[in-house]
């Protein structure tokens, strides 16, 4: 994976867009010193290299009526990547899974998931995870309080 160079100006507008992604283009260019159409092209290149995967806006689940928020350790009973692949495919057709990664150590992956409350949440890992053929063994945590849920990468500190 090769990392990107990016430039002062880059990492402006980066820094705004990760705050609020909503704004103009004129605000933005505003904001990192620039005329609106070099910042439109700047943003355009950040999103052609891949730097800007998409634009999304960020929803309270709690608003939504998702109260329950876990992580989810899986352990596969098979080990094969075509195993792996396999369950990565079905997290993605599960729209309780906010997060599913591969990771090392004792379990196979790691999940972040919402529920409406607990009884949905035990139905879920039951009836969904549970009862997928290569799944071996689930163990949840259920998130008490909210500390810190940032979605932004931090950038280099500027002059």
Known sequence: MTAVTLSTTDIRILQVLQRDASISNVQLAEMVGMSPSPCLRRVKQLEES??????????????????????????????????????????????????????????????????????????????????????RDVQSSLVLKEYKNLTAIPMPRLP
């Open 50 to 135: 891949g730097v800007i995967k998409r634009q999304v806006a960020l929803l309270d689940r709690k608003k939504l009526g998702f109260g329950v928020l876990a992580t989810i350790q899986v352990r596969l009973q098979s080990h094969t990547e075509a195993g792996a692949e396999e369950f990565a495919r079905a997290m993605n057709d599960l729209p309780e899974v906010l997060s599913c990664w591969a990771m090392t150590g004792r379990q196979d992956f790691l999940l972040v998931a919402v529920a409406r409350d607990i009884e949905s949440f035990g139905d879920f890992v039951t009836h969904q995870l549970l009862s997928m053929p290569n799944v």
